[in-house]
T-cell receptor, first 113, second 113 residues
Framework: AQSVTQPDIHITVSEGASLELRCNYS??????LFWYVQSPGQGLQLLLK??????LVQGIKGFEAEFKRSQSSFNLRKPSVHWSDAAEYFC???????????FGTGTRLLVSP | DAGVIQSPRHEVTEMGQEVTLRCKLI?????LFWYRQTMMRGLELLIYFNNNVPIDDSGMPEDRFSAKMPNASFSTLKIQPSEPRDSAVYFC???????????FGPGTRLTVL
């Protein structure tokens, strides 16, 4: 069965500092991988996705993620965090050809001035 | 393009009452997912449909919950009778094809007193 682990429940980063949110997945082959962001009171918005090809994926709002097959990881990064990035971030995995996604438990990002 | 539309955005009801949540898919999408989000349990998939047919309802918590897709663009999630533990934010999401990218609605915040 597929599973997604986001080991950090909360992360606090100073504005302007770099960010890395961790995501590890369990799946027999290479799945489709996603990062979503949820701002307070809002639905989930897709930040970026990986299906195949280049393992470094660029997304919206200056985010990027790197797929590392050997580590079963898909960590999200941003070089300089803005106060508006404070939100909850979800990693999700889905097997190619199917539509059901498995979501991680989320990481809440707090941005300090 | 209009995104996924959910109504109502907020619902406050008393225990024992029937609650109906509504969702309109993005035009051209053929799969619909209902999720429930709580602090304790995170984001849970309740049920999903493909081409109006329920594919996986293993996440539906009890017989009090039912979901329908009367046509290709609309779905309802009904709780009858509602209980305080049903209080949560309910999201629907839609997708097209098999690329797994789900588009989320803004959610319905349900409070059962």
């Amino acid at each position: 069965a597929q599973s997604v682990t986001q080991p950090d429940i909360h992360i606090t980063v100073s504005e302007g500092a770099s960010l890395e949110l961790r995501c590890n997945y369990s799946y027999g082959a290479t799945p489709y991988l996603f990062w979503y962001v949820q701002s307070p009171g809002q639905g989930l918005q897709l930040l970026l996705k990986y299906f195949s090809g280049d393992t470094l994926v660029q997304g919206i709002k200056g985010f990027e993620a790197e797929f590392k097959r050997s580590q079963s990881s898909f960590n999200l990064r941003k070089p300089s965090v803005h106060w508006s990035d404070a939100a909850e971030y979800f990693c999700a995995v889905g097997p190619p050809g199917f539509q059901k996604l498995v979501f991680g438990t989320g990481t809440r990002l707090l941005v300090s001035p | 393009d209009a995104g996924v539309i959910q109504s109502p955005r907020h619902e406050v009801t008393e225990m024992g009452q029937e609650v109906t949540l509504r969702c309109k898919l993005i035009s051209g999408h053929n799969s619909l997912f209902w999720y429930r989000q709580t602090m304790m349990r995170g984001l849970e998939l309740l049920i999903y449909f493909n081409n109006n047919v329920p594919i996986d309802d293993s996440g539906m918590p009890e017989d009090r919950f039912s979901a329908k897709m009367p046509n290709a663009s609309f779905s309802t999630l009904k709780i009858q009778p509602s209980e305080p533990r049903d209080s949560a934010v309910y999201f629907c999401a839609s997708t097209a094809g098999q690329n797994n990218e789900q588009f989320f609605g803004p959610g319905t915040r349900l409070t059962v007193l």
